[in-house]
């Protein structure tokens, strides 16, 4: 737990400063952005948190997994198309689709750094 949260930490402060390091040289990030950092640093440390309790029950851990699985793609399309409801005449198109792309982008940053820290941790123990 204690890796993935420093793992989520590290991957969220990266996210963070790229968006503020874009707003210095351009035009302002929208807060939108770096709520969506925090928005998946959240969801997946309580998944993190979830899996631990479950750790050395391999059924319950697999059914956990596919459960918190589940509903993170739930809330995460839940949070794009509130996204693009709230945002409508307000942005236009392009940023919609900036948006998008750096939503996905978060999606499999944080999907591949936390399921390669499982799989590790799996192999070392």
Same mark, same amino acid.
């Given at each position: 737990?204690?890796?993935? *949260?420093?793992?989520?930490?590290?991957?969220?402060?990266?996210?963070?400063?790229?968006?503020?390091?874009?707003?210095?040289?351009?035009?302002?990030?929208?807060?939108?952005?770096?709520?969506?950092?925090?928005?998946?640093?959240?969801?997946?440390?309580?998944?993190?948190?979830?899996?631990?309790?479950?750790?050395?029950?391999?059924?319950?851990?697999?059914?956990?997994?596919?459960?918190?699985?589940?509903?993170?793609?739930?809330?995460?399309?839940?949070?794009?198309?509130?996204?693009?409801?709230?945002?409508?005449?307000?942005?236009?198109?392009?940023?919609?689709?900036?948006?998008?792309?750096?939503?996905?982008?978060?999606?499999?940053?944080?999907? *591949?750094?936390?399921?390669?820290?499982?799989?590790?941790?799996?192999?070392?123990?």
């Amino acid at each position: 737990m204690k890796k993935q *949260l420093i793992g989520n930490a590290t991957l969220s402060l990266i996210f963070i400063s790229i968006c503020w390091f874009i707003s210095l040289m351009s035009t302002a990030v929208d807060l939108i952005y770096y709520l969506s950092v925090g928005f998946y640093f959240t969801l997946y440390t309580a998944q993190a948190a979830i899996l631990l309790i479950a750790k050395n029950q391999p059924s319950k851990f697999i059914i956990l997994y596919n459960m918190t699985s589940i509903l993170k793609m739930i809330f995460s399309a839940t949070f794009l198309v509130l996204y693009f409801l709230l945002s409508k005449g307000v942005h236009e198109t392009q940023e919609q689709i900036y948006f998008s792309l750096f939503f996905i982008m978060l999606y499999f940053s944080f999907l *591949l750094l936390n399921a390669r820290q499982l799989f590790r941790r799996s192999h070392e123990e």
